[in-house]
């Protein structure tokens, strides 16, 4: 039995749906707005989101509830549609890093999934040590797969529709190649969990964690601090005065 049959018995086997959507989003990105905080100009996540520069210049995605999968890649307005086509409680979505990618669908699509894996969080679990970007995660689990391209760059700076038509074409050949990448680490390394009962919701409440953050404010408490500053302030003061 092959590998990826495993993943779709894994899946079944913890009552998770049998149809998956592993997505990218590749998004506009400058020398002063990018996420590399090792270089001038990196910011936050959520910084990053919720600047008005934000802008997504396209998403490869693949569906599929066999073995096999092919992708696409499509502009914001196809991904809408794709997004409607699918039942959030009947499937698993796929990324690598989808602190990212799944801020996107929350944020940006108001789209809540309910079932995730993100196969970073699998290499991390797996093998804890050193890197997890995607082209490492390659190289480390990986026989064959497609080489990395210098495609961000020559995109710098620059919506979908200021790209010249073979930056197009190679920004959708791009982002496809992730996506295959991630299927591929998918098929490597979701076998390999012990518990995926545990593991995989696991990953997915703190993956919630980033999405939906929930904040309690406790007024009692935050009066009888009040309080507190104001009598240790006074006191304070009468110590200066005498």
Aim: negative net charge; aromatic residues 12%; proline residues 5%.
């Amino acid at each position: 039995m092959s590998t990826k049959n495993n993943i779709f018995q894994i899946l079944q086997s913890i009552g998770w749906p049998q149809t998956i959507c592993v997505l990218d989003f590749e998004t506009f990105h400058d020398t002063d707005y990018h996420l590399n905080t090792k270089r001038k100009g990196g910011i936050s996540i959520a910084e990053y989101l919720f600047s008005p520069r934000f802008n997504i210049i396209g998403t490869a995605y693949g569906i599929t509830n066999t073995t096999s999968i092919s992708f696409l890649f499509s502009s914001q307005r196809g991904v809408d549609a794709v997004l409607n086509s699918l039942q959030p409680d009947q499937t698993v979505f796929v990324g690598h890093n989808l602190i990212f990618d799944g801020s996107i669908l929350v944020d940006k699509f108001g789209y809540i999934p309910q079932y995730c894996i993100d196969t970073i969080s699998l290499s991390r679990y797996v093998e804890a040590r050193g890197k997890h970007s995607l082209d490492i995660c390659c190289e480390r689990w990986l026989d064959d797969y497609p080489p990395k391209t210098d495609i961000l760059n020559r995109i710098q700076g620059r919506t979908w529709t200021q790209l010249r038509p073979e930056l197009k074409r190679d920004t959708a050949e791009y982002s496809c190649n992730d996506t295959q990448k991630t299927w591929d680490l998918l098929n490597f390394l979701l076998p390999r969990l012990p518990r995926p009962d545990l593991e995989l919701n696991f990953i997915m409440n703190t993956l919630k964690r980033y999405w939906l953050p929930k904040l309690e404010y406790d007024f009692e408490k935050s009066g009888q601090l009040k309080q507190d500053m104001r009598n240790e302030m006074n006191q304070l003061i009468e110590r200066v005065e005498v």
